[in-house]
């Protein structure tokens, strides 16, 4: 993290490197460079160079060989870039030595996603989640962090008993002071994190009175999620052609064709090798996975690596608790499939998933009828006769029930309803009988 480091000047131009160590990696490896490519021009950082790299072994040092490792360096320098960013995650003391051979700024997969994160982050929830996160991926990197004090220490210095190694005692301080600063902000974190989830439970127990069903809308990044939800629940969610365009949840509700409420969560994203401690971090936004009743699953029927992006969903959610409930399958940017052969095959790689645009409003209607089936149990087609003078009754069936009909029969009025199960109990006395 560029600012975690204090480096005054801002990258501009990078070079991308993505190793791999056996042949059978290499076609997953270009799409994750692919990938990786997305996520840093996301930051507006201007991309030299990108380079897939295959390393006959893993080393301690480089994680490749140090030939290899001269190798990218003199690639970087050559196209005058200040950044080199590899795909792979690299230890602390790996980064440490990639930075004293290149003499420049090196960043892993994880701390561009992090700094992404940064940039997103709209709530206070969030900031807190990335700031947690950050700080825990910092804390073992921080002697990296203080190294001009290392190079200061080299020079002339003054002081007792050789001033290099006073100079050097005085950066060690300056770390351990810098470590504990970095615990007593992990543990703020944690602290006020723990204040948000406490308010996030008192609010879902008062959605719960309602006994208002749920749904979140799960997905690999830029999916077309948000534009999903936008759609579905006629709201205006900032939706964007980017990787991790959400990081904040948005709840809307709507109402579906039989007339019961839903609630419809947005979540962020997910990405192949996500960092495990984002997912940790990201808890309290991701449970609305794991608490809602049911789950939407976007994927973008376009992508060439959709069964890849359908895997690493799953494996997050599983992960997360919530791969067990109910899951619609929608394949969406549907509009961008013109040839026949690609739809057999999708077809038959996703034999139950709805055929969506959530720009066009394509398969709209048929995600309406999963969200009802889903939910069939909840709700009963009644017919009931309800005294004129009941007016609470029939504010009731209007305000929570989807009535169909109503008619006047002397002093009585009967109407048609499909009735949620929360309510059906106080209106039993007025049922006419099937």
């Known amino acids: 993290m560029f600012e975690v480091r204090q480096k005054p000047e ?55 060989g140090t030939g290899k490792a001269a190798e990218m360096v003199a690639l970087a320098k050559a196209h005058e870039c200040d950044c080199i960013v590899i795909d792979n995650n690299l230890a602390p003391s790996q980064q440490r030595e990639w ?70 005692g005085m950066g060690e301080k300056q770390i351990e002071i810098d470590r504990r600063l970095a ?24 959605r719960e009175k309602l006994d208002t069903p749920h749904v979140a809308i799960v997905g690999y990044t830029n999916s077309g999620k ?41 979540t962020v994203g997910f990405v192949r090798n996500l960092p495990h401690r984002l997912v940790e971090a990201f808890k309290a936004t991701l449970e609305e996975s794991v608490l809602s009743d049911f789950l939407i699953h976007v994927l973008d029927a376009s992508a060439p690596e959709i069964e890849i992006f359908q895997a690493t969903t799953l494996h997050v959610l599983e992960e997360l608790g919530a791969v067990d409930k109910p899951i619609i399958t929608v394949l969406n940017k549907i509009d961008k499939i013109t040839d026949p052969w ?58 929570d029930a989807k009535v169909l009909s109503t008619e006047y029969d002397e002093n009585d009025i009967i109407v048609t309803a499909i009735v949620p199960a929360n309510i059906a109990g106080k209106l039993n006395v007025f049922l006419i009988p099937h």
């Open 99 to 168: 930075e004293k051979l290149a003499d420049l700024c090196v960043i892993d997969r994880e701390e561009v996603i992090l700094d992404i994160f940064g940039k997103r982050a709209q709530t206070k929830e969030a900031r807190l989640q990335v700031e947690l996160a950050k700080m825990q991926y910092a804390l073992p990197r921080l002697a990296r962090m203080w190294g001009h004090l290392d190079r200061e220490g080299g020079g002339g210095g003054s002081g007792s008993g050789g001033g290099g190694g006073a100079e050097r």
């Open 10 to 64: 801002m990258v501009e131009r990078a070079l991308l490197v993505r190793l791999y160590f056996d042949k059978s990696e290499e076609e997953e490896s270009a799409s994750l460079l692919e990938e990786l490519g997305e996520l840093v021009s996301t930051l507006g950082i201007e991309i030299a160079e990108s380079v897939l790299a295959k390393s006959r072994e893993m080393h301690k040092k480089f994680l490749c």
């Open 342 to 399: 690609e739809l057999v095959c999708l077809e038959k790689k996703f034999p139950d998933a709805i055929h969506a645009s959530a720009l066009t409003g394509q398969g709209l209607e048929d995600i309406y009828k999963a969200c009802t089936q889903v939910l069939a149990d909840r709700v009963t087609h009644e017919n009931y006769r309800i005294p004129q003078f009941r007016g609470d009754i029939l504010n009731l069936l209007h305000k």
């Open 183 to 206: 615990h007593l902000s992990i543990d703020r974190c944690k602290r006020e994190l723990e204040v948000v989830r406490k308010q996030r439970k008192t609010q879902r127990k008062e």
């Open 226 to 266: 948000s534009t999903m939800l936008n759609k579905i629940s006629g709201s205006d969610v900032m939706a964007k052609d980017m990787l991790f365009a959400t990081l904040d949840t948005t709840t809307r509700r709507i109402d579906l064709p039989d007339g019961q409420p839903l609630l419809v969560t947005d």
